[in-house]
């Protein structure tokens, strides 16, 4: 028997599913991203999020926060092939990556990230802007910095924390902030 190209193929397509981000939207640099976040990730063990093989189910959200003499908190939420979240608490100290927590989170816990995803959805998480249009630059002070990771999209978003909110994306930012805080206390 002849084994041709369209008899592989249904074989070949799992092993195919799982690539890196397609579609990329991110602050340009230089930005708190390239410059921290994307160093300590490497350094934690937790890569590149544009680069990392997802499949198209899976779902990664890697929040950031600080930046200023207050140090810097994060979480990282992850959704696998199988449906299965993760919440790991990467620390930071001194500006140094040091190491990740595991959170154990239960499905039938109210702070289970899979309850969550369609709030922070609802909230706007997923279409926060690369980073908001000022007429100053912040040189030191609060920031959030949120990447998102949906299959081969990645999205990630770079605000400043303002006391007085100038645009709507300030608002959900900080919305957003307040749900991973309080859930998982990054």
């Known amino acids: 028997m002849r084994v041709t190209a369209q008899m592989l ?5 799992p092993a195919v599913l799982a690539s890196q981000a397609m579609t990329v ?14 160093p300590w990730a490497t350094e934690l063990s937790l890569g590149d999020l544009r680069a990392t093989a997802m499949r198209d189910s899976a779902l ?14 994060s979480v990282v939420l992850r959704r696998g092939p199988t449906g299965r979240w993760t919440v790991l608490r990467p620390i930071i100290d001194d500006l140094h990556a040091a190491r990740i927590d595991t959170i154990e989170v239960s499905p039938s816990s109210v702070n289970y990230p ?3 995803w369609p709030m922070l959805v609802h909230m706007g998480i997923d279409s926060l802007p690369t ?3 000022r007429k100053w630059r912040m040189l030191d002070g609060h920031t959030y910095v ?15 924390h303002l006391d007085k909110p100038e645009a709507h994306a300030d608002v959900v930012v900080r919305r957003i902030a307040d749900v991973l805080r309080r859930y998982f206390n990054p």
């Open 9 to 13: 193929l249904p074989l070949l397509v």
């Open 25 to 38: 939207e991110e602050p340009p640099a230089p930005s708190l991203l390239s410059m921290f976040v994307r």
């Open 60 to 73: 990664e959200v890697r929040f950031w926060e600080g930046f200023g003499l207050g140090g810097v908190r």
């Open 114 to 116: 899979g309850s969550l």
């Open 131 to 133: 980073r908001v249009s």
């Open 146 to 160: 949120l990447e998102v990771r949906r299959g081969t999209r990645y999205r990630a978003s770079e605000i400043e």
